[in-house]
């Protein structure tokens, strides 16, 4: 049985930093790419960022990049978010998710929600102003 766990989620004041991490069971963690993504309620997941299978490829949403850093260790089956200088519309919460690396890739999939197979249950962020 496959399982996502985020954890790390937390009220943050603006201009502050925190880290999320996913830690996953159940999969040969290596053979998937890993995202996150967030949601606030009453919208739609939106994609934050990506990293392949390796951890030599990223992607990030324009809205985060600078601030957010995205990285895995194979070994501990952990995929992490480090997010400096958070802002309030940074406020949601982020789901890891897994895509098996044996897909196919490009043309903005790595945005969408249902490319993915895994999903974790999410970790709430709140940036207060």
């Known amino acids: 049985q496959v399982q996502l766990v985020e954890s790390g989620g937390g009220l943050v004041q603006a201009g502050g930093s925190l880290r999320l991490s996913c830690v996953a069971s159940?999969?040969?963690?290596?053979?998937?790419?890993m995202g996150w993504f967030r949601q606030v309620s009453g919208k739609e997941r939106e994609f934050v960022a990506v990293i392949s299978w390796g951890g030599s490829s990223t992607i990030y949403t324009d809205s985060v990049k600078g601030r957010f850093t995205i990285s895995r260790d194979n070994s501990k089956n952990t995929v992490s978010l480090q997010m400096n200088s958070l802002k309030p519309e940074d406020t949601a919460v982020y789901y890891c998710?897994?895509?098996?690396?044996?897909?196919?890739w490009g043309d903005g999939i790595h945005a969408a929600v249902d490319a993915y197979d895994y999903w974790g249950q999410g970790t709430q962020l709140t940036v207060s102003s």
């Open positions: 159940g999969l040969t963690f290596s053979n998937y790419r």
């Open positions: 998710a897994a895509r098996r690396r044996n897909l196919a």
